[in-house]
């Protein structure tokens, strides 16, 4: 730790560089989840995604996939990896001006950067439940009961559920339990989705999160394989639903990033 100490008009002061450093973060944190201050940022961030989308070259694969099970009245939860975030609201938002009576949920944390997801999500009209860390806490993981039944109420309704299966912190793509489960009791459909852009910025983040730029060639693919989760699964067979699908949603941002040359 560095103690350094400060000289002010000649005289040394007791106040220490750490409590400086500290002090910075508390205020910029304070402003940060200040509510006001976040739902500039959330409108800021949406009219940055409309811009990439109508700036940029689109193809969206399989779309039907998912609107065949919207139009059945059947749930999903549509998967895709954390990294590959950005550009899915805008795609939610486009199957609603199709289907506008149909609900789409999405997840995301109660920290202060999950609660400015939750706000961008609601600002393309879907859902936004907070809940995939208990009390807002880092050190935390899992869904917290009341936010769980949410979730599987609304999927019992004939909602969908977007969900990144290795959120809110990692590890990188890889499947947390939380998803299986709900399919699990909520006997909604798993399917992986992705996408990629020709012109990104890569951040130095645990998950390596994409952020794409204006004028990119843009590409969107819906899997074809629907994954229903057994209700009397074992423990062993639900690890096996895990890798398969951390297998589809690979699968689908490998044809993503193919799909770009």
Same mark, same amino acid.
């Given at each position: ?12 002061? #007791? $106040?220490? +560089? ?21 739902? $500039? ?10 811009? !990439?989308? !109508? ?11 998912i609107e065949q099970a919207i139009a059945s009245k059947n ?5 895709? +990896?954390?990294?590959?975030? !950005? ?51 880092? /050190? ?31 590890? %990188? ?6 998803? $299986? ?22 951040? %130095? /983040?645990?998950?390596?999160?994409k952020l794409p730029l204006p004028f990119s060639k843009l590409?969107?693919? !819906? ?23 951390? #297998? ?9 990033? %193919?799909?770009?040359?």
């Open positions: 730790m560095n103690n350094k100490k400060f000289r002010i008009a000649g005289y040394q002061t #007791n $106040i220490e +560089w750490y409590d400086i450093k500290t002090k910075f973060k508390q205020l910029t944190r304070k402003i940060f989840y200040h509510y006001l201050i976040q739902e $500039i940022l959330a409108y800021l961030i949406k009219y940055y995604i409309k811009l !990439v989308f !109508v700036t940029s070259k689109k193809n969206i694969f399989n779309l039907e996939n749930p999903l939860i549509i998967t895709f +990896w954390h990294n590959r975030l !950005v550009m899915i609201p805008q795609m939610a938002y486009h199957l609603k001006t199709k289907f506008p009576d149909y609900n789409f949920m999405t997840l995301a944390s109660k920290h202060g950067d999950g609660r400015i997801v939750g706000r961008v999500m609601e600002k393309f009209n879907l859902i936004s439940i907070l809940g995939s860390t208990k009390e807002g806490r880092k /050190s935390s993981r899992g869904i917290d009961f009341a936010s769980m039944r949410k979730i599987i109420e609304g999927l019992r309704q004939g909602y969908s559920l977007g969900i990144t299966p290795d959120g809110p912190r990692g590890p %990188n793509q890889q499947i947390n339990g939380d998803v $299986i489960n709900i399919a699990k009791i909520s006997q909604a459909r798993l399917i992986a989705v992705s996408y990629s852009s020709s012109r990104f910025i890569t951040f %130095n /983040s645990w998950d390596r999160f590409i969107f693919y !819906v899997d074809s394989q629907l994954i229903l989760v057994e209700k009397k699964s074992d423990q062993l067979q639900l690890e096996k639903y895990q890798e398969l699908l951390k #297998n589809r949603l690979n699968h689908c941002q490998l044809i993503c990033d %193919n799909l770009q040359f």
